[in-house]
């Protein structure tokens, strides 16, 4: 797709999905970083940088700030063919690279991941940001692809409250009308990226496959928008009481 038009569906719908920006070789490199990471960086990690899902395997759900473990996903996060797409998308060559995440779904544990958008959590004043999401494996309807709500990035923040998910503290009250706001799949394979933006509706059902959904999560805001640090300061306040009530396992 040429890059006008990427921009044009992305303005339009909310999220647009950029097929192949990576190669099968490269995507294997990502893979093995991945399978590194979880073996000798998770154990070290903070509780707040690493969920688990509550299953009796209990791999490994989503891991936040990778970046600053391992500098391969700083340089992946900087990749010119990333650079280039959301400088096109913002509108802004100087925007600011944010942290990466990484959202696994195992293999038939893989759980739900509540109607949510992302500045819910971010709190980006103007909202112009958005989530870059690389494939590492195919995602279908059934093991739990990445589900955004067409249009719903106009709708301005919408009011959130706590889900009682672990790692996915807020859901949205009430997501916007299905019929005006119809609900996509971004069935996506290995080296495919998907970009929607933060305030863009989206959600995630539950793996119900023998196949993994593992995606890179990387976050970018324009040089326009600002952190609201009295919302985040709250926010932090609220995640402190909701683990205080109801300590991760
Ligand atoms: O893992 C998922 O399906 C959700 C990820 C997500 O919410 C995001 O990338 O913003």
Known sequence: MQTKRIVEQYHEDGFVIVRQLFSADEIATLDQHLRDFISDVVPTLDSGDVYFEDTPNRPVKSIFRLEEHDPYFQ?????????DLVTALLGDADFTRLSTGFFGKAAGDGSVVPCHQDNAFQFWVPPEALGVTIAVDASTVDNGALICQQGSH??????????GVMGFSMQLVEPPDLAAHPEVALCMNPGDVAVHHITTVHRSDANRTDRARRQLAIGYRSSRAQGDEAARTAHRALLAELHARNPPP
């Open 154 to 163: 106009r709708l301005g923040m919408l009011p959130h409250q706590p889900s």
């Open 75 to 83: 340089q992946l996060a900087d990749d010119r063919r990333i650079r």
